[in-house]
């Protein structure tokens, strides 16, 4: 009689539901400064990208101030105090110079819902690395592409001094094939009528810049005020002409050429469900891909904590689940490459005349087809 | 040569901000001796309050006098609540005390407006360019800015070589002592200086800030510049102040201009700008060593 | 006397159970912190020696930090990469190697500056020291090959033989070590002849002169000896946080030393080091409960200045009825 109802409890505590644990997940982002809503977005992304996923997670958000020191001090604490395994987060590349580092150091994993520098896509790719968005590159080969597509010859390449900048540039060139002549600017730079004295002395067919955050909107502004805005067109890559950007911008942005990899107008249900909960949610902030990408990540992070049950000790059992990308994304077509990277398409924007009188990004066509980045052969993985 | 000529322009609105600081330190610190290192923070309060005012109102011409009178109102309220009890000590207690009022303004600001910068709007007139030279089309907001500061110095130059008062403050920064021996009310005289000191400040600001991001610690970054401008000028003396600060914009942005190109010649670009930006960024502090060793007092001190 | 070398003691060995401390209370942080407090105890200690006693106010003194940091940072880099620095000298993860050489370094980098601030005095020497820090953090800023704005990451910490130095407590262990060897060494300085004559200089640089001393001499000597400290402290730093960033030298971290300084009371050998815990301990306390706490900091620091003459250490003694 014991026996029986000893396996009829255990039976019975068996058939329930298995309790999943709550995953906690160390976010480290931007949230300070002129390009704090930067990671604002990405924050509020994967909430929203977590919870659609169904997954039952604790996020520890910690704010970088963008600086690499910062951010490596609040990932060791992290990884070595607080015993969480799995990171995110970060929004500028510097930063991820020194936190993935840690990261794999000890024995965790990151998960990229943004920068993904070269440094870290080629022969330094890990197993416990992943990136959702896009390698840093390949965000600007497509605007190189584009440029290329409308007949342009000459360019001015302008980025600020820090590997995202040197990975914008490189990559703009590398599919432009026209002559380039490079101009770096300061990473805090907010004046930049001296880069405008450039650029109209060198006069070229097109102007590609990388200036993200707020010194995207000074830089349009400018461009403007320089009476440079009619004269010379642009050709920008999604960081540089962010929706949030435009709204400070305004009518002046009207005709820029853009590229992205995903725009608010794309047709498959998984955006459109994200482009609805985002509206609930927060109806008076614009979505921008920042958002978009995070949503991503959360999407992924959840389909892999549902493999594993809602735990996170397990780091190669998780990196495992994580490999698997078994989830839909908002832009449609996605798969890793052999470096972890995204494989995924390329589409031509133009910023036009919204239906409510503000600028607005259009979907123009695909230029690319399935791409991933020029350093996944490199990877040995 | 189009080049140049706006680069040259460039430097030009650079040194007449600097020119709208210094000028309120050098006075501060020469009739007062004080080393006000929070001086930088009325500048960031002008360019704060009046963009807040400006969006609120809807008008960058509500926004001006408005953003100058708080700031000379802050000013004063500086000078009367601490500065005033920095005159008898020594320079560290005054470098440490006005340090503590950078912190405490900074994180003021970010209290009242909040971490992320403000957006200016520039006025319709403002927001576009006119063509000065064939194929130079100048921002017209620059110009004006240039305006605004040569006037500036014009009205100073005659407040301080014409007028009662300018007489008293150019005593003062000859032989403070010998000021109050004649029986002016030197109290007065202080928080005069300073509510003008902090206008000027302010002024700067609300200039800039349509051009530069409006943030927390954009005093810190433009105070060691107005510094190096006082000690170059000579401690005391606006026309120190308005030839070192013209000379110093102009310097910096040329070098910053050319340089990195220079360099690119013989540097991968990335290595070149920032070669090339840092020891542009060096230069007016190598200008202030060389000066000071040379003519430890500035160019054109005042005292005797 | 005898009563200060007993508190001395008792103090050590509280700062060598800190690691066990730790592991007790579970406050694993503790560790981090007191270690910190530490490093810059010694660096702000190495600036009252010409602040407190030689009245000379240097604010360029967190470039001798930096330095020292970056000479940490830049052999682990040569190391790291298989490279030699300037082509001829190889990089190295030796503490045994880094330490000393940080120590030389720094200390002529302050005899250049030294020699040429130390002609001026007064705001211009104040000035032209805060011009030459500067200078420094833009120079290293402006190497790439260096990391530039974004520093150099030193993924392990220096090596000592025959100890673990990856286990956090063997390396703050080291740095208590050092610490005391360094409050030993600036305790029998300021009590020696020199020191006397530094302060001399300080209350009455005229009447020192009369005595036949060559003051620019003896305050050239000083400031080098002050700015081994700082590179001392600086190389510590860095291989503490791993990390060094051109943020090491700006001049606002002079002026952080210089309030733990002035927290602590200039003028004693381990005020500073009281002045740097009661900062540290202030910034992470107050920042626990609010994000504004340089606020605080702002107005504490404004009412140190105003209020007192002897910083947190004078208010003690004021209210321990000593003298």
New interface residues.
């Given amino acids: 009689m014991k026996h029986l109802l000893t396996t009829a409890s255990l039976m019975a505590v068996m058939a329930a539901p298995a309790w999943a644990e709550t995953a906690k997940i160390g976010v480290i982002t931007t949230l300070s400064g002129p390009a704090g809503y930067l990671g604002e977005q990405i924050r509020d992304g994967l909430k929203l990208g977590l919870s659609a996923s169904g997954a039952d997670t604790e996020l520890v958000i910690e704010d970088d101030a963008r600086d690499p020191n910062t951010g490596l001090q609040i990932a060791d604490r992290m990884l070595n105090e607080e015993g969480i395994k799995l990171l995110t987060g970060i929004v500028f590349s510097n930063v991820a110079g020194t936190v993935v580092p840690e990261t794999l150091d000890n024995g965790g994993i990151y998960v990229s819902p943004n920068a993904a520098p070269s440094n870290l896509a080629g022969a330094k790719c890990h197993p416990n690395y992943f990136v959702v968005s896009w390698q840093n590159d390949s965000l600007h080969e497509a605007s190189g592409v584009a440029a290329k597509e409308l007949g342009y010859k000459t360019a001015v390449a302008l980025a600020p001094n820090y590997q995202a900048g040197q990975d914008a540039i490189a990559g703009f060139e590398r599919e432009f094939g026209g002559e380039v002549t490079q101009i770096y600017t300061a990473v805090d730079q907010s004046d930049f009528a001296g880069e405008m004295a450039q650029i109209r002395d060198a006069n070229p067919d097109v102007v590609f810049q990388f200036h993200p955050g707020g010194q995207g909107i000074g830089f349009l502004k400018q461009y403007q005020q320089a009476g440079l805005l009619g004269k010379i067109p642009m050709a920008l890559s999604e960081p540089s002409i962010d929706t949030v950007i435009l709204k400070a911008v305004g009518d002046a942005a009207i005709g820029i050429t853009g590229t992205t990899h995903w725009n608010d107008d794309f047709d498959n249900d998984a955006s459109k469900a994200m482009v609805a909960a985002w509206a609930a949610e927060y109806p008076d902030r614009p979505l921008t891909t920042y958002a978009q990408q995070a949503y991503d990540t959360g999407l992924l992070i959840g389909s892999a904590l549902k493999k594993t049950d809602g735990k996170t000790d397990d780091v190669e059992a998780l990196a495992a689940a994580i490999k698997e990308a078994d989830f839909t994304s908002t832009r449609g077509l996605f798969s890793f490459g052999q470096n972890q990277h995204p494989v995924q398409e390329w589409f031509m924007t133009e910023i036009v005349a919204g239906p409510d009188g503000g600028p607005k990004i259009e979907t123009k066509k695909k230029i690319r087809e399935q791409v991933g980045d020029v350093y996944a052969a490199d990877c040995k993985m | 040569m ?2 140049i000529v ?2 040259l322009l ?1 430097g030009l ?1 650079y040194g007449v901000t600097l020119f709208l600081l210094a000028a309120g330190l050098t006075l501060i ?1 020469g009739i007062m001796g004080v ?1 006000n290192l929070a001086h930088g923070a009325l500048y960031m309060i002008g360019a704060f309050v009046g963009t807040w005012v400006a969006l609120q109102s809807g008008s960058f011409w509500i926004g001006l006098p408005v953003g100058l009178a708080v700031t000379a109102a802050v000013g004063v309220a500086m000078e009367v609540g ?1 500065i005033r ?1 920095l005159y008898a000590r020594d ?3 005054q ?3 006005t ?6 303004f ?3 600001m ?2 009242i407006f909040g ?3 403000l ?1 200016t709007n ?1 006025p319709e007139i403002f ?3 006119v063509e000065i030279m064939p ?8 110009l004006f800015v240039i305006v605004v500061g040569l006037l500036v110095a014009l009205g100073l130059y005659i407040l301080i070589n014409k007028t009662r008062v300018g007489m008293l403050v150019r005593a003062g920064a000859t032989n403070r002592a010998m000021v109050q021996a004649l029986g002016v009310d030197i109290g007065r005289l202080y928080t005069v200086v300073f509510a003008l000191g902090a206008l000027l400040a302010g002024l700067a600001g609300i200039m800039a800030s349509p ?3 409006v ?1 927390v610690g954009m005093g ?1 970054e433009i105070i ?1 510049a107005t ?2 401008v006082v ?1 170059i000028g000579g ?1 005391g003396s606006v026309k120190g102040a308005f030839i070192a600060g013209l000379l110093l914009g102009m310097i910096d ?1 040329m070098l ?2 050319f340089l ?1 190109r220079v360099l ?1 010649g013989f540097m991968d ?3 070149a ?7 542009s ?2 230069g007016i ?2 200008m ?2 060389l000066v ?2 040379i003519r ?1 007092r500035g160019l054109f001190a005042a005292g005797a | 006397m005898r009563k200060e070398n007993i508190g001395l003691v008792v103090l050590l060995l509280l700062l060598i159970a800190v690691p066990f401390i730790a592991e007790m209370t579970g406050q694993l942080s503790l560790i981090r912190l007191v270690g910190q407090i530490l490093i810059f105890g010694i660096a702000a200690s190495s600036l009252n020696f010409i602040l407190g006693y030689g009245g000379m106010i240097s604010f360029g003194h967190a470039a001798f930090f930096g330095v020292g940091g970056y000479v940490v940072g830049v052999m682990y880099h040569h190391f790291d990469q298989g490279t030699a620095f300037l082509g001829i000298i190889p990089g190295t993860d030796q503490m045994l190697v880094t330490l000393p050489l940080a120590i030389v370094v720094a200390g002529l980098a302050a005899a250049l500056v030294g020699a040429l601030s130390l002609r001026t005095s007064g705001v211009q020497f104040i000035m032209i020291t805060l011009a030459f820090a500067q200078m420094f953090f833009f120079l290293v800023v402006s190497l790439k090959t260096y990391g530039g704005e974004d520093g150099i990451m030193v993924r392990r910490t220096n090596d000592l033989p025959f100890l673990n130095m990856r286990d956090k407590a063997t390396l703050y262990w080291v740095i208590v070590c050092v610490t005391a060897v360094y409050f030993l060494a600036m305790r029998r300085l300021v009590h020696s002849s020199f020191g006397a004559i530094i302060a001399g200089i300080r209350q009455n640089e005229r009447r020192m002169a009369a005595l036949g001393i060559s003051t620019y001499r003896y305050k050239l000597v000083a400031f080098v000896l002050s700015g081994m400290g700082a590179g001392l402290a600086g190389a510590l730093m860095v291989n503490f946080l791993r990390f060094a960033s051109p943020d090491m030298m700006h001049w606002t971290r002079s002026g952080e030393l210089m309030i733990m300084v002035i927290l602590g009371g200039v003028g004693t050998v381990i005020g500073p080091f009281i002045g740097a815990a009661a900062l540290v301990a202030l910034e992470t306390n107050i920042a626990r409960w609010t994000e504004h706490w340089h606020l605080y900091i702002g107005l504490i620091l404004l009412v140190v200045v105003l209020a007192t003459k002897g910083g947190i250490l004078g208010l003690i003694r004021k209210v321990g009825g000593r003298k």
Wanted: no cysteine; proline share 6%; aromatic share 8%.
């Fill in positions: 189009v080049l706006e680069q460039n609105q610190f080393i601490i009890r320079h560290l207690d470098v440490l005390a340090f503590a009022l950078i912190l405490i900074n994180e003021a970010v209290l971490r992320r910068p957006r520039l927001s576009g360019s194929g130079l089309p100048y921002p017209i907001y620059r051009i530069v991001s943030q810190e060691l510094f190096v000690v401690v942005t910053r201009a990195p690119a670009g990335s290595d700008q920032a070669l090339g930006s840092g020891v960024s060096m502090y190598l202030m060593a000071l060793l430890p």
